[in-house]
């Protein structure tokens, strides 16, 4: 057993690093206290396979230090291929809740850092809706991460208040970080859905 005893764990996803990233193979898992509330706030663990030593990687966090700061995990499960490597640092890509959105997170399996890969308006005079606005539509919109190809890419659906679903890419070895809509043929995702 990895979990605590007072904890609900689910989703485990494997880790065999690819050759050249110096980090043993692990086990990540989500879990929550028991008896919590539906849809709290979610704590991500790694099990070293050799030792079965087990470390927290994303703490629950019971509040944001500001508005602006991580709020903690909220999310059912990881994807089924949550990896990829960029900067030579193995991370573990999920979508969590953080306020209005469904944001794209990738998390280091070094040192459990969390970085948003969402695009971001600089906020406002409103601290609360810093989002509003038809300069902004952008940052309005969810991305639900649905995979990854182990490596450096990761696919999402894309889709906001003013604008239907949409498949969208993610190439984390290329600067700066752009999701750009996944075309099929010659036509976008997005061609094809009002074309048709």
Do not use: M
Not at 82 to 107: E, K, N, Q
Not at 113 to 139: I, M, N
Not at 147 to 155: L, Q
Not at 160 to 185: F, H, N, R
């Amino acid at each position: 057993r990895q979990s605590d005893e007072g904890r609900s764990a689910r989703s485990p996803r494997v880790f065999v690093p690819p050759h050249g990233i110096k980090i043993a193979p692990l086990v990540v898992f989500l879990s929550n206290p028991q008896g919590g509330v539906h849809g709290g706030c979610t704590q991500l663990h790694a099990v070293a396979l050799a030792t079965g030593n087990t470390a927290v990687l994303v703490a629950q966090v019971d509040k944001p230090a500001t508005l602006a700061h991580f709020p903690g995990l909220y999310l059912e499960q990881l994807p089924q291929r949550p990896f990829v490597v960029f900067g030579g640092i193995p991370h573990v890509v999920c979508s969590s809740l953080w306020r209005t959105r469904r944001v794209p997170l990738a998390i280091s399996l070094r040192d459990g850092s969390v970085r948003s890969l969402a695009p971001w308006t600089a906020p406002s005079e409103d601290p609360v809706l810093p989002y509003l606005g038809s300069d902004h539509q952008l940052a309005l919109t969810s991305i639900a991460v649905l995979g990854t190809d182990s490596a450096s890419r990761v696919v999402g659906l894309r889709s906001g208040p003013l604008a239907p679903p949409e498949l969208v890419i993610l190439d984390l070895s290329a600067k700066p970080d752009k999701w750009t809509v996944l075309q099929i043929g010659r036509a976008s995702c997005r061609e094809r859905v009002f074309a048709g």
